[in-house]
């Protein structure tokens, strides 16, 4: 138990090898002892430690080990808890199809449990999976019912990743009044739950949607908000890349102001 803890400990500080290290010895041990039930848990950790070190087929084959375990002991929810993150890892391998069914029989086990939480991430993972493939108008649906149950379960930064994906999903249909309200939602969530860094990048999020529907001012406003935040944490990555959006909306402000000023004189030359 205590290397599974350090496991996850290891995993949230970014020592991915450490922690496949001690989530691997405690599947060991809990095979040992026969206690499959946390054997199954410590796999399914190792397999989300694997695929963050982007291992991915290991990855898949921590968690397709965790879902026969659960499997065999008719452990309904460590099946779901299974699918969802073996289907997070065939998604990551670029193998979508097979990532949807996984998701969607991990949903169909989280209702029977009535596990609103686990069945929003699940919905979540779908609506990525979906949207990879081009299904877009079902991804829409995906993150939205996700968005809806983080809610209901008072996950705010749950709720802000769906409302992510619902909103970059809506910007690929060219919904862009739709998907600046999700990134809007998105802000407020953060900024709710005081989480400075996030609201940053989803200022970036709101920027791109202003820009794809043209409002190029909003979009200025809120990219230049978005690299403030971002400069106080020093991501310099993060920061470049906001950068290089801005410049690129303040190209076609300048284009579309010439464009403006030609159509002018046309119209006056016209006149």
Known sequence: MTLTNLGAALREVER?????????QAAGIYAE??????????????????REARQLEESGEAHRLALHIARSTQDR?????????????????GRFDEAIEDHQEAIVIYQEAKDLHSEGSAFNNLGAALAAIGELEKAVEA???AAGLYLETGDKHGAANALTGLGIALQDTRRFDQAIEAHQQVIALYRQAG?????????????LAYQGGHQLTEAIRSLKHAIDILKSFDDQSSERMANGILRAVLKQTASSSSASTVEDRRTRGAV
């Not at 991915?16 to 691997?24: G, M, S």
């Not at 206690?35 to 694997?50: F, I, S, T």
């Not at 929810?77 to 391998?93: C, F, K, M, P, T």
């Open 143 to 145: 993150h939205r019912r």
């Open 77 to 93: 929810h460590g099946e779901g808890v299974a699918l969802n993150n073996l289907g997070r890892a065939l998604r990551d391998a």
């Open 16 to 24: 991915f090898d450490e922690a496949i290290d001690a989530l691997r």
């Open 195 to 207: 989480d400075r860094h996030n609201e940053g990048m989803a200022l970036v999020d709101l920027g």
């Open 33 to 50: 002892i026969g206690d499959r039930r946390n054997e199954g848990a410590a796999l399914n950790g190792l397999g989300v430690a694997l």
